[in-house]
């Protein structure tokens, strides 16, 4: 692993999302079995084909219609996969069969990711060969210690063009795979043109400098950053406060900042959060919240505790002009950006001011995300074939993409970055700019020092890391004080989290650590009257628990706490009533609801109040009435003589609406509060035919 890296500095450079759940552009491609051309590379020593009946290798997947060719639409009938796609896709499977005599077989996961191979595994029949681990899943199942160690297959990845896919060790181990090769980033730092050109304080000779024009200078530095986001900042709050020089997640800048420094969070060399590297990156973020000119939307969210968010809606809608973008979102956005004439521009994140451009500390970040992995009960030999098929699919599929011979220019071709970067929204066309846009992209997948993955999620500490040190530290939540004491004081919870993972994957045993759930059963509602005792309430009713591998749980073990909620005073108290309950593990499953207290001697009737008559919705011509929302669609508001919403208890009597024949007809909509009081309106619903 120690140079793959430097390899993946022109391969992993961190990428264009490969998603099927986003349309792909409509290309021309040879048929499936038509080989790629293009300049051939040395061929391994050919293995000689096992023949006979197919072997079939299972490819366990949380939503199949990303990969199976055999998928096809249920409403439209059509393939979900676009065709230059499919077509690769279906040239992966071919060459799958023709090598190693397998056929793979995409199996949907019944349930989450993180029970169904736990529950699998420890049945004695795992619910496929290779399975897929959705980002945010990767440390609760590593944990559960249901993943070979897949080390004696490195050799299988010791050639730069396949080399990307087999991923780097955690605890020691090499547990992961990889089958998206990256061009750009993860979150791309992405700037919105549009705003940045109504900046006089950025212009120079009347025209704009954007980042990408500092950035191929060689001159895009924290400071100049910082400068360049404080002329921003000036001008918009002159124009209206709610626009942002750079709204984001805390989390993904802060990321970007550390490695552009030479910091790691868990990288290849193991953990670094408390590096002076990294404690110097996390300073600079700070600086910039400080001042205002980084903002993410945890810093209004009232709560006790740091959530982080995407942060993207306001660089979408115009309102910010920096942002790290997640490459599925970006392809979203073009919409939104040409409705207003608007585009957006790329550049890498900056560097540290007096490291130059070609330091080997300023690195470009890959976050680890979605991954593969092969689950524990399966023998050495099916395991091999399942490395291999994975190996041999995700190698072919991109080499079909690339129409090359080698898997690698599939990023390493001007022409597939150019598709990339218009796919991705970036504006490299324009004659002023685009050209420099470009070669910061270009930068990011073919020129970077080195693209580094980070495993903090794999390796389960991120979460933790990222709330409980960053997110306290940055904004105070506690009294947290600066990253670097923070980051000290937490080093010891850090390390008594990793030990816990060295400790349960060293042993042999499977570790449930999946939480009970509550579900509310269906039907009842938790709404009180006034002076109602909460001790003759049966509060178990009202729930039921059960545990991925226990079944349902007895509830006479639940702890039920509404301290919080006032029985005598009339309101919502959302989240207060509080139930938690252990597994034969010991995990503990919490969940938080929402109850009504109302004036049981309430006569008053509610006020009904409907919307515009020119902003109802029409009705089509055989629509299923059960699935209109007369309360959203029709009704502005509903209250009780207190304030509290009734919206839920809306109804319609469709009496005498038929939505067979095109007219005007009447509807009455009624809302009964909790008392039994009611108001009515009738409405006239419009029914036409398209």
């Known amino acids: 692993?120690?140079?793959?890296?430097?390899?993946?500095?022109?391969?992993?450079?961190?990428?264009?999302?490969?998603?099927?759940?986003?349309?792909?552009?409509?290309?021309?491609?040879?048929?499936?079995?038509?080989?790629?051309?293009?300049?051939?590379?040395?061929?391994?020593?050919?293995?000689?084909?096992?023949?006979?009946?197919?072997?079939?290798i299972k490819w366990g997947h949380n939503w199949t219609r990303e990969m199976d060719t055999n998928f096809v639409d249920p409403v439209t009938g059509e393939p979900a996969l676009g065709e230059e796609e499919l077509n690769a896709r279906r040239y992966a499977e071919q060459q799958v069969l023709e090598k190693l005599n397998v056929k793979i077989e995409f199996v949907q996961y019944p349930t989450d990711v993180n029970e169904i191979i736990l529950q699998t595994v420890l049945a004695g029949d795992p619910i496929a060969d290779i399975v897929r681990i959705t980002n945010n899943s990767q440390g609760q199942i590593l944990a559960q210690n249901v993943l070979q160690p897949l080390d004696e297959y490195a050799d299988l990845f010791s050639?730069?063009?396949?080399?990307?896919?087999?991923?780097?060790?955690?605890?020691?181990?090499?547990?992961?795979?990889?089958?998206?090769?990256?061009?750009?980033s993860n979150d791309l730092l992405c700037y919105n043109i549009g705003m940045l050109s109504k900046v006089e304080a950025l212009k120079v000779d009347g025209k704009t400098k954007y980042p990408a024009d500092y950035f191929v200078e060689g001159n895009w530095t924290w400071s100049v950053f910082e400068d360049y986001l404080q002329k921003v900042d000036d001008h918009?709050?002159?124009?209206?406060?709610?626009?942002?020089?750079?709204?984001?997640?805390?989390?993904?800048?802060?990321?970007?900042?550390?490695?552009?420094?030479?910091?790691?969070?868990?990288?290849?060399?193991?953990?670094?959060?408390?590096?002076?590297?990294?404690?110097?990156?996390?300073?600079?973020?700070?600086r910039l919240i400080q001042k205002g000119l980084m903002f993410s939307e945890n810093q209004y969210n009232n709560s006790s505790e740091v959530v982080g968010l995407m942060d993207t809606w306001r660089f979408q809608w115009g309102h910010s002009a920096f942002v790290n973008l997640p490459q599925w979102l970006s392809r979203d956005m073009v919409g939104a950006f040409a409705e207003r004439g608007d585009a957006m521009g790329v550049v890498p994140f900056p560097r540290p001011d007096g490291v130059a451009l070609d330091d080997p500390s300023y690195r470009?970040?890959?976050?680890?995300?979605?991954?593969?992995?092969?689950?524990?009960?399966?023998?050495?030999?099916?395991?091999?074939?399942?490395?291999?098929?994975?190996?041999?699919?995700?190698?072919?599929?991109?080499?079909?993409?690339?129409?090359?011979d080698k898997a690698m220019d599939y990023?390493?071709?001007?022409?597939?970055?150019?598709?990339?970067?218009?796919?991705?929204?970036?504006?490299?066309?324009?004659?002023?700019?685009?050209?420099?846009?470009?070669?910061?992209?270009?930068?990011?997948?073919?020129?970077?020092?080195?693209?580094?993955?980070?495993?903090?999620?794999?390796?389960?500490?991120?979460?933790?890391?990222?709330?409980?040190?960053?997110?306290?530290?940055?904004?105070?939540i506690n009294g947290a004080p600066e990253y670097s004491v923070q980051v000290e004081a937490k080093m010891g919870q850090i390390n008594d989290l990793m030990n816990n993972y060295t400790t349960a994957l060293s042993g042999t045993a499977i570790n449930d650590n999946v939480k009970p759930k509550f579900e509310t059963i269906e039907g009842?509602?938790?709404?009180?009257?006034?002076?109602?005792?909460?001790?003759?309430?049966?509060?178990?009713?009202?729930?039921?628990?059960?545990?991925?591998?226990?079944?349902?749980?007895?509830?006479?073990?639940?702890?039920?706490?509404?301290?919080?909620?006032?029985?005598?005073?009339?309101?919502?108290?959302?989240?207060?009533?509080?139930?938690?309950?252990?597994?034969?593990?010991?995990?503990?499953?919490?969940?938080?609801?929402?109850?009504?207290?109302?004036?049981?001697?309430?006569?008053?009737?509610?006020?009904?109040?409907?919307?515009a008559a020119d902003a109802y919705r029409t009705v089509k011509v055989d629509e299923d009435t059960a699935q209109i929302n007369w309360k959203d669609d029709f009704v502005e508001s509903a209250t009780d003589k207190d304030g509290l919403d009734l919206k839920g208890n809306i109804t319609a009597d469709l009496s005498e609406l038929d939505t067979t024949t095109a007219g005007e007809y009447n509807v009455e909509i009624t809302v009964t509060d909790y008392a039994g009081n009611t108001a009515k309106e009738t409405i006239v619903v419009t029914v036409i035919k398209e």
């Open 159 to 184: 050639d730069p063009d396949d080399a990307w896919i087999y991923w780097g060790k955690v605890y020691g181990h090499n547990y992961f795979m990889n089958n998206v090769m990256r061009v750009g």
């Open 411 to 476: 990023i390493q071709s001007d022409a597939s970055l150019k598709n990339a970067a218009i796919r991705l929204n970036l504006d490299i066309t324009n004659e002023e700019y685009g050209e420099n846009i470009f070669k910061s992209f270009q930068y990011l997948t073919q020129g970077a020092n080195a693209v580094v993955n980070d495993y903090s999620k794999n390796a389960g500490i991120y979460d933790f890391w990222s709330r409980d040190i960053l997110g306290d530290s940055l904004y105070g």
């Open 524 to 611: 009842l509602s938790m709404v009180f009257p006034a002076g109602t005792d909460p001790s003759t309430v049966d509060w178990k009713q009202y729930v039921k628990a059960t545990d991925n591998l226990d079944g349902e749980l007895d509830l006479a073990n639940a702890t039920i706490d509404y301290s919080e909620i006032d029985f005598n005073t009339v309101g919502k108290y959302e989240g207060k009533l509080h139930y938690s309950i252990k597994d034969k593990s010991s995990n503990e499953g919490t969940d938080n609801k929402t109850i009504i207290i109302y004036d049981g001697n309430n006569t008053t009737a509610p006020t009904l109040v409907m919307k």
């Open 1 to 56: 692993m120690k140079k793959r890296f430097s390899i993946l500095g022109l391969l992993l450079c961190l990428v264009f999302v490969l998603s099927a759940c986003k349309a792909k552009d409509d290309q021309t491609s040879a048929t499936p079995t038509t080989a790629p051309t293009g300049e051939a590379t040395p061929t391994e020593a050919a293995e000689e084909v096992p023949t006979g009946e197919p072997i079939v």
């Open 364 to 404: 470009q970040l890959n976050d680890a995300t979605d991954c593969y992995g092969v689950p524990k009960g399966i023998d050495k030999e099916r395991t091999e074939l399942a490395v291999k098929v994975f190996k041999e699919y995700t190698q072919s599929f991109h080499k079909k993409m690339a129409n090359s």
């Open 236 to 286: 918009w709050k002159q124009v209206w406060d709610g626009h942002r020089a750079y709204q984001t997640d805390y989390r993904s800048a802060t990321l970007q900042a550390i490695y552009a420094n030479g910091g790691e969070v868990y990288g290849d060399n193991g953990i670094g959060i408390d590096s002076d590297q990294t404690k110097e990156a996390v300073s600079y973020i700070n």
